[in-house]
C-alpha cells in the first residue's frame, strides 16, 4: 500500500514537473535577430469591434503588437506566435505601405491619412491607436530592415523614382484637391520634398491630375502609388536652330494679339508656376530659346525648333512685327511726345508728311507693329517667326534675264515692228535695292520676287513693244543704241516709284525675221561683191601702170638716144641757121658793091634759106605740138635707123592699141619689112 501511495506521489511530482516545465516552455518566446513573433491572444479579452481584423493588447486575436528579437515571457496558452522575417528594402528601393486594418479613408480620399508614432509602421498598435486608416498608405519605407507586422501592414517594394540626365520627371498626383475649372494643369505646392513628401502635398492643398512642377534628373523615393511619373526628354535646342515657345495654360490671348506678351522671371519657361504667377498667356509667346538644354515641362510649353536668321554679307532683313502698338497710334504719340517737349516740331511734321503720303502706315518705328524702319544688317539672328516675319532683300545688284536659256526665268521677248516682222529681243535688267530703300520697297510690292514678277516684267515687255511698234524692224536693229537707252529711261522712271534703283537695262540680241534676213543678207553681199570688183578693177589699172613703166624702163637706153638726136637735130637747125646767116652775110658783103639786081638775088637766096629754116622750126614745133616729145624722137629714130646709125632688131617689142609709140614702132617695122610706103600712114596717126 505505501508503494502504491509513494509511486503515486512520485508519479504527481513527475506529471507536476512536467506540467510545470510545459508552462515554462509555453511562457518562454524566442526570437531569432532577423525576426519577429506574431501575437495572436486567445482567451480573456475584449472581442474586437466591427469590421476590425488586427486587435490591441486586450483584445482577442492577431495581436497589431509584435516580439521583436530576444527571450520573451507570456501567460501560458494565452497567445500563440507566429515568427516572420523582418522586412527588408534594399538601396534604390522604396517599400509601398497597405494597411489591413484601421479606420475607412473618408469618401473621395484614396489613401489613408498619415498619423504619427507608428515608428515607420513598426508599432501598429501605435498606429491604430492613433487613427491609422486602412488602405494604401502615403508615406514610404526608405532603404533598411523593418519590424513590421505582416498581418497588419502589407508591404511592396518598388524601385525608387531615376531620372536620368537629359530627362524630365512629369508628375500626375492620384489624389488631391480637383484642379481649378478652365486651367490644364495643378497649382504648385511649396513644402513636399519634390513630391517625396505625400502628406504634406495633400495637406497644403495638393491637386489632382498633372503638375505644373516636374522632377530634374536625380533619385527620388516617390510613393509611386499617389505620384505617377512619366519620362520625357529634355528640351534641346541645337545649334543654329532657335525655340519658339507656344503655352497650353494661362491667360486669354486678347483677340487682336498674335503673340503672348513678354513674361519675366520664368528662368527661360523651366518656372511654369512664376509664368503663371506673373500673368504669363496662353499662346505662342514672344521669348525664344537659344541652344542648349532646358528642363521644361511639356505638358505646359510646346517647343518647337526652327532655323536661325542668317543675313549674309549683301543682304539685309526687312522685319515686319506682329507686336507693338497699332500704326495708327503714332501721330498721336508723336503730339503727345511734342506736348511733353520730348520731340520736335520738325519730328511731328515729318511724320505728318509721311501719313499724308501712306508711307508711315506701312513703314513703322521700332516698337510699333508693321514693317520696321530700321533694317538688319547681315549676320545670324535668333528670330521669332511667329513674332515677326523677316524678308531677305539683296542690296548688290539683282540682273533678270530674258533669253533662251533653261536657267533664266523668262524668254526672250516678242515684239512686232511697224512693218508687221516679229522680233525676239533678249533683254538683260540690273536692279539695285538700296538698304535705306528696302522697307519701302517691301511696303509698295512684298517683295523681289513680286518686284520682278508683276512690275519689271511686264514693264520691259510693255516698253519694248511699244518702242518696235513705232519703227521697222531693220530700223529697230540698226538704233539698237538708241532703243536700249530709251527703255533704260522709262524702267528707271517707273522704277523709282517701288524704291528701286535701276542701273541699266541691255539689250543682248535681236534676231529678226529669216525672211528679211536672208534678203538683208544677199544686199550686203551684193554690196561687198561690188566693193571687190572695184577693188579688183583699180588693182588692174595699177598693173597697166606698172607694165607702162616697167616697158619705159625696158627702153629707157633708146630714150635716151632719141633724146640725144633731137638735140643734135636742134643743134643742125642752129647750124644751118648760123652757116645760111653767115654765107648770107659774106654773099653780102661780096657782092656789096655789086649791083642792085645781083643784090637782090643774093637777098631772094638768104630770105629762101631763111625761110626753109623757118619752116623746119616751125615742122618740128608742130610734129611736138601734134604728135609730142615721144613721136619726134621717133621720127628721128627712124631717121637714124634709115640711115643705118641705129640697130634694127629690137630686144624688146612693145606694142599698144592706143599707144602713139606703139603705132609708131610697129609702122616702122612694116616700112623695114617692106610691107608699108610712108604714104601709107594711118589716118588716126596724121591726126
Request: proline share 4%.
Amino acid at each position: 500500500m505505501y508503494d502504491i501511495i509513494a509511486i503515486a506521489k512520485t508519479a504527481l511530482w513527475v506529471v507536476g514537473l512536467i506540467v510545470l516545465i510545459t508552462i515554462i516552455v509555453k511562457s518562454i518566446v524566442s526570437v531569432g535577430g532577423n525576426e519577429i513573433a506574431v501575437l495572436e491572444r486567445k482567451y480573456f479579452g475584449k472581442p474586437m469591434p466591427q469590421g476590425r481584423v488586427i486587435a490591441q493588447e486586450d483584445e482577442i486575436g492577431i495581436q497589431a503588437r509584435t516580439l521583436g528579437p530576444g527571450l520573451h515571457f507570456l501567460v501560458p496558452f494565452l497567445y500563440s506566435t507566429k515568427k516572420q522575417q523582418f522586412t527588408l528594402i534594399k538601396e534604390n528601393e522604396v517599400g509601398l505601405v497597405e494597411s489591413i486594418d484601421g479606420n475607412s479613408i473618408p469618401a473621395g480620399k484614396i489613401f489613408g491619412r498619415t498619423v504619427e508614432g507608428h515608428n515607420t509602421f513598426q508599432d501598429g498598435a501605435a498606429f491604430l491607436a492613433n487613427g491609422g486608416e486602412k488602405g494604401p498608405q502615403i508615406p514610404v519605407i526608405p532603404a533598411g530592415t523593418y519590424r513590421i507586422n505582416p498581418f497588419l501592414f502589407r508591404v511592396r517594394v518598388v524601385p525608387v523614382t531615376i531620372i536620368p540626365a537629359g530627362k524630365v520627371g512629369i508628375i500626375t498626383s492620384m489624389d488631391g484637391q480637383p484642379i481649378e475649372s478652365g486651367r490644364l494643369l495643378a497649382e504648385r505646392i511649396t513644402g513636399h520634398s519634390t513630391f517625396e513628401n505625400g502628406q504634406a502635398f495633400l495637406d497644403q492643398g495638393g491637386q489632382r491630375g498633372p503638375q505644373i512642377d516636374i522632377l530634374l534628373p536625380g533619385t527620388y523615393r516617390i510613393n509611386s502609388d499617389l505620384f505617377k511619373v512619366e519620362l520625357c526628354e529634355a528640351t534641346v535646342v541645337p545649334a543654329n536652330k532657335v525655340g519658339l515657345v507656344t503655352a497650353r495654360d494661362g491667360k486669354a490671348l486678347p483677340e487682336q494679339e498674335f503673340v503672348a506678351n513678354r513674361i519675366e522671371g520664368h528662368r527661360d519657361f523651366q518656372d511654369a508656376s512664376a509664368f503663371l504667377a506673373n500673368g504669363g498667356q496662353r499662346g505662342p509667346q514672344f521669348d525664344v530659346l537659344k541652344p542648349g538644354t532646358y528642363y521644361i515641362n511639356p505638358t505646359m510649353f510646346v517647343v518647337t525648333l526652327d532655323d536661325v536668321a542668317v543675313i549674309e554679307r549683301g543682304q539685309v532683313a526687312v522685319v515686319v512685327s506682329n507686336v507693338g502698338e497699332e500704326p495708327r497710334q503714332i501721330k498721336q504719340a508723336v503730339e503727345e511726345a511734342v506736348k511733353e517737349a520730348k520731340a520736335s516740331e520738325e519730328t511731328k511734321k515729318a511724320v505728318d508728311s509721311r501719313l499724308r503720303e501712306g508711307i508711315e502706315r506701312y513703314v513703322v518705328p521700332n516698337g510699333f507693329r508693321g514693317i520696321q524702319q530700321e533694317v538688319v544688317g547681315p549676320g545670324t539672328y535668333y528670330l521669332n517667326r511667329m513674332a515677326f516675319h523677316a524678308y531677305t532683300v539683296d542690296t548688290t545688284n539683282i540682273t533678270i534675264d530674258w533669253d533662251e536659256s533653261s536657267e533664266t526665268k523668262f524668254d526672250p521677248l516678242k515684239v512686232v515692228s511697224k512693218d508687221g516682222f516679229e522680233m525676239g529681243v533678249s533683254v538683260k535688267v540690273i536692279i539695285r535695292v538700296r538698304p535705306d530703300q528696302a522697307p519701302y520697297m517691301v511696303a509698295k510690292i512684298g517683295s523681289i520676287e513680286n518686284l520682278i514678277n508683276h512690275v519689271i516684267h511686264p514693264m520691259i515687255d510693255s516698253s519694248f513693244r511699244n518702242q518696235a511698234s513705232s519703227t521697222s524692224a531693220m530700223n529697230f536693229m540698226q538704233d539698237r543704241q538708241s532703243e536700249q537707252k530709251k527703255a533704260e529711261e522709262a524702267a528707271r522712271f517707273e522704277l523709282e516709284r517701288y524704291h528701286v534703283e535701276c542701273v541699266s537695262v541691255l539689250i543682248c540680241q535681236i534676231n529678226l525675221p529669216h525672211e528679211l534676213m536672208k534678203t538683208q543678207t544677199e544686199r550686203i553681199i551684193a554690196e561687198q561683191q561690188m566693193e571687190m570688183y572695184n577693188s579688183q578693177q583699180q588693182a588692174e589699172s595699177k598693173r597697166i601702170a606698172t607694165e607702162k613703166t616697167r616697158a619705159e624702163a625696158d627702153q629707157q637706153k633708146n630714150l635716151v638716144e632719141a633724146e640725144i638726136g633731137v638735140k643734135i637735130a636742134a643743134q643742125n637747125k642752129e647750124k644751118a641757121i648760123r652757116f645760111a646767116e653767115g654765107e648770107a652775110e659774106a654773099i653780102r658783103l661780096r657782092k656789096e658793091g655789086e649791083a642792085k639786081g645781083i643784090t637782090a638775088v643774093g637777098k631772094a637766096e638768104g630770105d629762101r634759106i631763111l625761110a626753109i629754116g623757118k619752116a623746119t622750126a616751125e615742122s618740128y614745133e608742130l610734129q611736138n605740138k601734134a604728135i609730142g616729145g615721144d613721136g619726134v624722137v621717133s621720127i628721128e629714130i627712124a631717121k637714124q635707123i634709115a640711115e643705118g646709125n641705129i640697130k634694127v632688131t629690137p630686144d624688146f617689142l612693145v606694142q599698144g592699141g592706143d599707144n602713139l609709140n606703139g603705132l609708131l614702132s610697129g609702122y616702122l617695122t612694116q616700112c623695114l619689112a617692106g610691107k608699108a610706103k610712108p604714104e601709107e600712114v594711118p589716118k588716126k596717126q596724121e591726126a
